[in-house]
């Protein structure tokens, strides 16, 4: 069963940073792209980053582009999300989800971030 | 990209059929058979109802079909359950290895 946990979440102020994390289990995980989802409270679903199996392709919407890092440790099924000079409009549950680069597969269960002074 | 256009709200009565469109352009939609519905119920994560347009994974029931015209891609869940109340998200590849997601529609079954 394809199981994936999302980890890292919190409360953070305006500027800092946080690293989200999410482990895989019972999927070939270095075989997959993955991908972050966040959810604004009360809003629809918004696609985040993306990375290719191997790491070594990664891309970013607009919003997030120079502030997030996503990557990847094969070794250890984890997929990680960098989120740095953080903005109260990042506050959202987000999601790790598998996939390839067409489709969303299997979703983790959400992680709360929020951004408060 | 713009975020896919889908109506905020569809409702339906058990027992009957409700259709929800998802409207893009020629550059996602209309260009790439890579459509793909989701069901959020309240609190939960999103789960994959169709991919590939027409193509449901295993267990989704198949009162959950899928269809594209053009730019308009559509999800049509016919014999409603009380369970079919959610809230559904269509995506499209976009080119490019992007994905963008419509808004999101409110299924009521009243």
């Known amino acids: 069963e394809v199981q994936l946990v999302e980890s890292g979440g919190g409360l953070v102020q305006p500027g800092g940073s946080l690293r989200l994390s999410c482990a895989a289990s019972?999927?070939?995980?270095?075989?997959?792209?993955m991908h972050w989802v966040r959810q604004a409270p009360g809003k629809g679903l918004v696609w985040v980053s993306r990375i290719n199996s191997d790491g070594s392709s990664t891309s970013y919407a607009d919003s997030v582009k120079g502030r997030f890092t996503i990557s990847r440790d094969n070794a250890k099924n984890t997929l990680y999300l960098q989120m740095n000079s953080l903005r109260a409009e990042d506050t959202a549950v987000y999601y790790c989800?598998?996939?390839?680069?067409?489709?969303?597969?299997?979703w983790g269960q959400g992680n709360m971030v929020t951004v408060a002074s | 990209q713009s975020a896919l256009t889908q109506p905020p709200s569809a409702s339906g009565s058990p027992g009957q059929s409700v259709t929800i469109s998802c409207t893009g352009t020629s550059s996602d939609v209309g260009g790439y058979n890579y459509v793909s519905w989701y069901q959020q119920h309240p609190g939960k994560a999103p789960k994959l109802m169709i991919y590939e347009v027409n193509k449901r994974p295993s267990g989704v029931p198949d009162r959950f079909s899928g269809s594209k015209s053009g730019n308009t891609a559509s999800l049509t869940v016919s014999g409603l359950q009380a369970e079919d109340e959610a809230d559904y998200y269509c995506?499209?590849?976009?080119?490019?290895?992007?994905?963008?997601f419509g808004g999101g529609t409110k299924l009521t079954v009243l």
């Open positions: 019972g999927f070939t995980f270095s075989s997959y792209w």
């Open positions: 995506t499209s590849y976009a080119g490019s290895s992007n994905l963008v």
């Open positions: 989800a598998k996939g390839g680069s067409r489709v969303f597969d299997n």
